[in-house]
């Protein structure tokens, strides 16, 4: 028997159509990287909370990006991380992008504040005082970026380990199993420890 793992779900056109016509017993084996990033999107996508969230994290990576002048005054307080935009199939940006702003969010903090009372254009200076005010300085946004850090960090491990390419099933049956006992537990008493980090912001 021949077994093909294939990336092309479509079963009436397509790859994985054209493959079974010649042999009917190929069939198909979801990628586990492609389905954990399946399982975040719809996870985001299906709380208003999360969608709210990830909306302010594009907002303040739009604001500074489109300006080299406000581009000029984020890199001259963060000099870490740099901010992303969001992919809307890559979930990949968006560790890259919570990361950017949970590890530093009070130096991105300071420079919308020197955008906001700078600023000659209106708009600007009101969306630069409103990410502060919604985002930064809300104890909500803050508790939401060290939440879906977590998040996004253990998956994007997991999805690394699982993209290798000396991975064997074993490996990665053990690699998933650990990320739910990781996800039971954080459910269990992981709250107090993310009220804390966000204190701490």
């Known amino acids: 028997m021949i077994i093909l793992l ?34 975040l999107c719809d996870m985001a996508k299906s709380c208003i909370k999360a969608r709210n969230f990830f909306a302010y994290v594009q907002k303040i990576y739009t604001l500074f990006s489109s300006s080299i002048h406000r581009w000029d005054i984020l890199r001259g307080y963060v000099k870490g991380l740099t901010l992303k935009t969001l992919s809307a199939t890559g979930w990949e940006s968006h560790i890259e992008s919570v990361k950017a702003i949970r590890n530093q969010a009070p130096e991105l903090r300071d420079a919308l504040i020197e955008i906001a009372n700078d600023s000659n254009d209106d708009i600007v200076m009101m969306e630069a005082k409103g990410l502060c005010h919604n985002a930064l300085e809300n104890f909500e946004f803050l508790i939401s970026l060290c939440i879906w850090y977590t998040i996004l960090d253990n998956i994007n491990r997991v999805s690394k380990i699982l993209q290798r390419e000396d991975m064997n099933i074993e490996d990665a049956i053990a690699r998933v199993n650990e990320l739910i006992v990781f996800f039971e537990k954080l459910r269990e008493d992981g709250f107090e420890s993310f009220m804390n980090e966000a204190k701490e912001l």
């Open 6 to 39: 294939l990336n092309f779900i479509g079963k009436h056109q397509g790859v994985q159509k054209r493959l079974l016509d010649v042999n009917p017993r190929t069939f198909h084996i979801s990628c586990g990287c492609h389905s954990l990033n399946l399982a």
